[in-house]
């Protein structure tokens, strides 16, 4: 069984920045994608990021050129460079087996149980 552990959330200033990473365990040689996921107070969960293992990322438009994503084995990790309030959120890591649509309605694989990322002075 596949099992995704999130490190590396906490507090952080404005304009601050932050390193997410997610391990796997288990057996991911059948994952292709593997993504990264927020949830802010009191809004929908929203997909940030992206890799495949061909190395291939895609990026919320919004985060584009702040939010770096990139994969090392089996682990895969999430750079946020200046940081904003509007940052905050659970953030969670998936894989999937597949690169399609679906992740976008959040229908992947294997889930973290996400990590809290507060940007606040």
């Known amino acids: 069984q596949v099992q995704l552990v999130e490190s590396g959330g906490g507090l952080v200033q404005p304009g601050g920045s932050l390193r997410l990473s997610c391990t796997a365990s288990g057996d991911i040689s059948l994952i292709n994608t593997m993504a990264w996921y927020r949830q802010a107070p009191g809004k929908q969960r929203e997909l940030v990021a992206t890799?495949?293992?061909?190395?291939d990322t895609t990026y919320l438009d919004s985060l584009r050129g702040r939010f770096t994503i990139s994969k090392k084995q089996k682990s895969f990790h999430l750079t946020m460079d200046s940081l904003l309030p509007e940052d905050t959120g659970v953030y969670s890591c998936?894989?999937?087996?597949?690169?399609?649509?679906?992740?976008?309605?959040?229908?992947?694989?294997?889930w973290g149980k996400g990590a809290l990322v507060t940007v606040s002075s």
């Open positions: 998936a894989i999937d087996r597949f690169f399609s649509d679906c992740m976008y309605k959040g229908d992947m694989d294997f």
């Open positions: 890799i495949t293992g061909g190395g």
